[in-house]
């Protein structure tokens, strides 16, 4: 069967041999040889393009951290290690805490290393919301720090950090030359100096596993060719998502499976990192959980408008962060969902989003929809008495983005699925422990065995949770625990 593991015993000749073997070149992958070089392991990267990079290259380079950064500091942002805590905690209720724990009481140092060993972050801090700002400053708002109920749970504070774009330019999202790219010339840059080495165009095929389940080797394929690589202390998988797989999207992903919605990411994210973990005996987790996003702002002002379902009543807080309200209205009926603005806050969306009309009355506009009688004048007429006292009792909007919707022309913005790009890719991955090793469901160590990135579970499961940077944030941080904790095992 593809992908199952080969017993030692039946491996004839190895063609290389190394001490930690780390399978594919992103961001995960990077940081894992870097960390397994410091600490003085011979290091051998197996990438199946002919380049490294993967989807972090094509990203724009948010990375979520905190704590008290410089970047932070430096702008007057007050940030403590437990308020990060605490936001992510209750953002990712099903994640490990120990693991939110470490993350965010290292995230200052993080911070560190990224700048030392991929790319210096801007200075600067944008405070509008945006779901990926085009100026230079990497500091800006990208999750639900503001939005009820996190900011009663955390002290908000912006914790995305940008990485400057080529010649310090915004590139938009998933073209070359953006954040992503620099980090992962930076990470390469400084693998490369420590004396990893690197095979390209390398197809990691199956794990080789000794008599007593400890994983020792790999096999990879170079077009037609077959090589077998023995690893002294361990294998890290770094393989990415699995968005390019479309069985393993009907199996395992069927929300985000949908032809409606674009994955996005490398061509090689075809889950082939959770597919090995798994002939080890590895187990998958979140796997149904995705991050999904079809922004209706900037510009900002459209925030203040209300999203309705095709019931018209609301269901989410406007201002969360663009992948909550995405998520929520795909939760909707019929996947049907309007973002009902006045003339006084009317705005057409960066992301072209289908203006559906616009009416003198809300009647009129109730009609125009197809909404129940009375649905939508009941919505508003609730929604605009306590906004005119700058309140929201139902979703708790921050009062910046609370106006009462009262100046006609009315307009409809059509946020249901299909009728503007809805883009995607998956967040589950292999159970790991906080140092990155692969686990069974009982939650014992597989020996030899490490995992990080899109291609492992760690603080990121699903879109109502999700914060920009959170994905990088964790391939990194988590990739660096795997590379010292298999450069340190035992031969
Ligand atoms: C357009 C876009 C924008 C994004 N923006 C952000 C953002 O701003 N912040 C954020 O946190 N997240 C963002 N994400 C998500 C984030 O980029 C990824 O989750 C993260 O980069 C994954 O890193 P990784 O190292 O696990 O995987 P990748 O970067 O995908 O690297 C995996 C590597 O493994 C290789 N590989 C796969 N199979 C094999 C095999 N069989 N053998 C050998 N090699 C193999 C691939 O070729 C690839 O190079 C974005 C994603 C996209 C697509």
Known sequence: MAFEAIALGDVDHFDDTTDVLVVGLGAAGASAAIEARQAGAEVLVLERA???????????GF???????????????????????????????????????????????????????AARFDDGY???????????????????????????RAKPAPRGHKMPGKDD????????????????????????????????????????????????????TRFQEDFFVRARKGVVLATGGFGANQAMMDEYCPELASDTIVKIGSTYIEGVGHRLGVSAGGALEHMDGYFVT???????SLLKGILVNKHGVRFVAEDSYHSRSTAACLKQPD????????????????????????????????AGLGLPEG??????????????????????????????????????????????????FTLGGLKTSVKGEVL????????????????????????????????????????????????????
Request: charged share 20%.
């Open 50 to 60: 002919s380049a490294g990079g993967g989807s972090t290259a094509l990203s724009g």
């Open 335 to 366: 996947q049907i969902a309007y973002l009902i603005v006045d003339n006084a806050i009317f705005g057409r969306s960066e992301f072209p989003h289908e203006l559906i009309d616009a009416w003198e009355s809300v009647e009129e506009m109730e």
């Open 440 to 491: 069974t469901a009982a939650g014992a160590v597989i020996p030899g065995l490490y995992a990080a990135g899109a291609c492992a579970s760690n603080l990121a499961y699903d879109s109502m949770g999700y914060s920009s940077g959170a994905c990088i944030g964790e391939s990194t941080f988590f990739g660096r625990q795997c590379g010292i904790a298999a450069a340190q095992a035992a031969e």
């Open 126 to 152: 944008y405070p509008h919301k945006h779901y990926e700002h085009a100026s230079a400053e990497s500091l800006a708002w990208t999750g639900n720090e503001l939005v009820w109920p996190f900011r009663e």
């Open 294 to 300: 079809s922004p209706f702002y900037p510009p900002e």
């Open 63 to 117: 990375i979520y951290l905190g704590g008290g950064t410089r970047v932070q500091t430096l702008n007057g942002i007050e940030d403590t290690a437990e308020d990060m805590f605490q936001y992510l905690l209750a953002n990712s209720p099903e994640s490990d805490p120990k693991k939110i724990r470490l993350y965010a009481d290292q995230s200052v140092a993080h911070f560190d290393w990224l700048e030392a060993n």
């Open 169 to 220: 330019k915004h590139v938009g999202v998933g073209e070359t030359g953006g954040g992503g790219q620099v980090m992962m010339e930076g990470l390469i840059a400084t693998a490369r100096r420590l004396g990893a080495r690197f095979e390209y165009d390398a197809n990691a095929k199956q794990l080789i596993v000794d008599p007593a389940g400890r994983v020792v080797g790999l096999r990879y």
């Open 375 to 424: 649905s939508l004048t009941r919505t508003l007429e609730t929604y605009n008495r306590h906004a005119a006292d700058d309140d929201d009792p139902e979703f708790h909007k921050y009062p910046k983005f609370v106006q009462p919707l009262v100046e006609p022309p009315f307009a409809a913005i059509n946020c249901s699925i299909g009728t503007a790009p809805f883009m995607g």
